[in-house]
Each structure stands twice: as C-alpha cells, then as structure tokens.
T-cell receptor
Framework: GQSLEQPSEVTAVEGAIVQMNCTYQTSGFYGLSWYQQHDGGAPTFLSYNALDGLEETGRFSSFLSRSDSYGYLLLQELQMKDSASYFCAASYNTDKLIFGTGTRLQVFP | KAGVTQTPRYLIKTRGQQVTLSCSPISGHRSVSWYQQTPGQGLQFLFEYFSETQRNKGNFPGRFSGRQFSNSRSEMNVSTLELGDSALYLC??????????FGPGTRLTVL
C-alpha cells in the first residue's frame, strides 16, 4: 500500500537547524507536500515538491529525491513557535493525498 | 476570504448513535476531503468529493459516508458509532490536491 514513514519526535534548541525526514512508496507517486500543525490547531500547508531538489521559503526549505523515495523539511533559525507536528503528505496517481504519521518537533530555549 | 468552517466543533455521543458533521469550503473550492486524526494513526484519509461526486475513498467501513451539495458544502455521517470512532475529524478544501486548506475540525467523543 501507500504509506509514509517519519521519525516520531525531534528536539532542538532555539537558533539551531533541524531536518525532518520522510520516506514514501514510489508506485504512482506525483509529489510531496509538508504541513505544520500546532497543538489544538488545524494543519497548514508549508510547501510542495514535484521535482528533485530544494525549494526554499524563508526559514523553511523542502527537499525531494525521487530516485531515493525520500524527502525532508529543513527549518533554520529555530524559534519557540516552531514547536509543532510536521506531516509529509504524498500525492499519488490515485488522486489521494496520503499523510505520514508526523514528526513532533520540540524547540527548547 | 473566509477559511474552511466546520460544525459542530465538539460532539459527545454514545455507542450505537449516529452523527453528521458539516463542512463549508473556501469559496470557489470544489474539492472537499475528509480526514480522521487520532494520536496513534495520524491523518487517515476518509473520502474526497468533487462537484457532488465522490472521487476517492479511503479504507474505512461503510458506516462512514459523505455527500457534497451543489454549493460545495459537504457532510459526513458516521452510523452505529463505536468507541474507536473518537477522533478529530478534519475537512479540507482545495483547488490543487497538494495544497489543502483545513478547517478547525470537529472533535468527536464516543462514550
């Protein structure tokens, strides 16, 4: 089936850089999205990669390697407000968006 | 532009009852998807509607159903509720599949 794997938790300190990984099933894969969800809040869209390489949006960057069925979200200059859960989500030719189980990021002062 | 709205925000039901949740998408969005979120399982895809037609369905039992109206508003129904149906139910609307706009969710508790 189509499933995505993410580490369950990552911790880092303010000002640091953190990378959160995601591996996905290749068959029928179109692209990889990333979402942020704060406790008690709704997921919000961060980025989308359909092609190999790095996409940068301010402090957030997302990377995709189709040959490795792998992507990551990179957060720079971490702030306390970045503490949240981060989900990768893969688009497939079945027109479904399949979410990973999420990585919980905790930022410490 | 108003965001996705969901009603009610909280619901408490007992086993065996049924429940209907409502979702109003962002104006102009014709695709509405529903997800179930639980602490251990993350976001699980329930179904997607586009122009009043179910376009996709996840791996949930037939107790879970939905529909979409001509104004793109959508409802989902869960019949014969079970304890395991307790979850946050999220609705999302989109113009493009990869960028979904989520509502605040309906937190359902089944006792």
């Amino acid at each position: 089936g189509q499933s995505l794997e993410q580490p369950s938790e990552v911790t880092a300190v303010e000002g640091a850089i953190v990378q959160m990984n995601c591996t996905y099933q290749t068959s029928g894969f179109y692209g990889l999205s990333w979402y942020q969800q704060h406790d008690g809040g709704a997921p919000t869209f961060l980025s989308y990669n359909a092609l190999d390489g790095l996409e940068e949006t301010g402090r957030f960057s997302s990377f995709l390697s189709r040959s490795d069925s792998y992507g990551y979200l990179l957060l720079q200059e971490l702030q306390m407000k970045d503490s949240a859960s981060y989900f990768c989500a893969a688009s497939y030719n079945t027109d479904k968006l399949i979410f990973g189980t999420g990585t919980r990021l905790q930022v410490f002062p | 532009k108003a965001g996705v709205t969901q009603t009610p925000r909280y619901l408490i039901k007992t086993r065996g009852q049924q429940v209907t949740l409502s979702c109003s998408p962002i104006s102009g969005h014709r695709s509405v998807s529903w997800y179930q979120q639980t602490p251990g399982q993350g976001l699980q895809f329930l179904f997607e509607y586009f122009s009043e037609t179910q376009r996709n369905k996840g791996n949930f039992p037939g107790r879970f159903s939905g529909r979409q109206f001509s104004n793109s508003r959508s409802e989902m129904n869960v019949s014969t509720l079970e304890l395991g149906d307790s979850a946050l139910y999220l609705c999302a609307s989109s113009l493009a599949e990869e960028e979904q706009f989520f509502g605040p969710g309906t937190r359902l508790t089944v006792l």
